[in-house]
């Protein structure tokens, strides 16, 4: 029993956590701020990878993914493109640049 309590203690303390909230916004722990750049780089491609495999659609179902410390704004590191060009305002849907093709 003593090992397991030891086994279940050191899968925690490698572990993460992740926030849901009641949209569609989560937030996930990737590090602290006194690790070497590599490793947090290495956590954060972890954790976008396994989080786009934990999403229901994969990445076509991710709208955006940011990084953000507890001081700073929230930076972007991927943002999806909408799957067809919005209407504008006196403009067709499909954009008047599909003209020039």
Known sequence: MRRDL?????AAVSSTYIHLGTGNVFAVKV???????????DNILSAVDRIVELCPGGIANVQSIHLKSATSVALPLYNSLPRRPLSRKGGSEEGENDQEK
Do not use: M, P, S
């Open 31 to 41: 590090g602290l701020v006194n690790f070497k750049a590599k490793q947090l780089t």
């Open 6 to 10: 030891k086994a279940q203690l050191e």
